[in-house]
């Protein structure tokens, strides 16, 4: 079974140019994540798609940041400005149902560095 | 509101020995429970989780982890360390008390197994 892919791997730009990534989950996963991981911290959730619908996007900075995800599969993030405390791995997961004990399967990442 | 705490940045074993990373908890309810690993400039792989019955939990590359209730902890274990189980891990749990039930990380803990 292929796991979740994320491109691309790391990208480089300047503050106030925009990013896009690009993420296809499991096949057949309803639940689609994107968090946020801050060097030396956790990750965080910055929004939660069940299907192609928003479940969560509380702490997602909607100033800069938007998400969608088309016919309930692959999913983009992206961020128009960029600042540079966005420098961070972005990473997309996914989940069967977005149940409670559900897993959720992580991608490789994308390495944002804002200089 | 709900929370993980990971009390070590990092954890030192030789290699053979056994090894443990503490996570303790704070949720209304009942938890359901995670543990990943992340190796460098690589996504977060599952590990195991709690979600109910037996407090000792079995997962890959031969760890486990003990749920106890009383103490709020959920610490990982594995009889014997290897080399290859250096990486960062983190503790998570489901908010259930969120809509989308997002996973809050601990901080991670910084595991180094020395030959």
């Known amino acids: 079974e292929a796991g979740v892919a994320q491109s691309p791997r790391y990208k480089i730009i300047e503050k106030r140019q925009s990013v896009a990534f690009w993420c296809n989950p499991i096949s057949g996963h309803a639940t689609l994540y994107w968090y946020q991981q801050i060097l030396g911290q956790g990750p965080k959730l910055l929004i939660q798609?069940?299907?192609?619908?928003?479940?969560?996007d509380s702490q997602l900075p909607k100033d800069r940041f938007s998400a969608e995800r088309l016919k309930g599969v692959d999913s983009t993030l992206k961020i128009q400005p960029a600042k540079l405390e966005d420098s961070a791995v972005y990473l997309c997961a996914s989940s069967p149902s977005g149940g409670g004990g559900d897993t959720q399967y992580f991608g490789p990442g994308t390495r944002l560095t804002v200089l | 509101a709900q929370s993980v705490a990971q009390p070590e940045d990092q954890v030192n074993v030789a290699e053979g020995n056994p090894l443990t990373v503490k996570c303790t908890y704070s949720v209304s309810g009942n938890p359901y429970l995670f543990w990943y690993v992340q190796y460098p400039n690589r996504g977060l792989q599952f590990l195991l989780k709690?979600?109910?019955?037996?407090?000792l939990v079995k997962g890959s590359y031969g760890f486990e982890a003990e749920f106890n209730k009383s103490q709020t902890s959920f610490h990982l274990k594995k009889p014997s360390a290897l080399v290859s189980d250096s990486a960062l891990y983190f503790c998570a749990v489901r908010d259930m008390n969120n809509q989308g039930g997002k996973l809050i990380f601990g901080q991670g803990t910084e595991l180094s197994v020395k030959p």
């Open positions: 709690y979600i109910t019955g037996d407090n």
């Open positions: 798609f069940q299907n192609n619908g928003v479940v969560d």
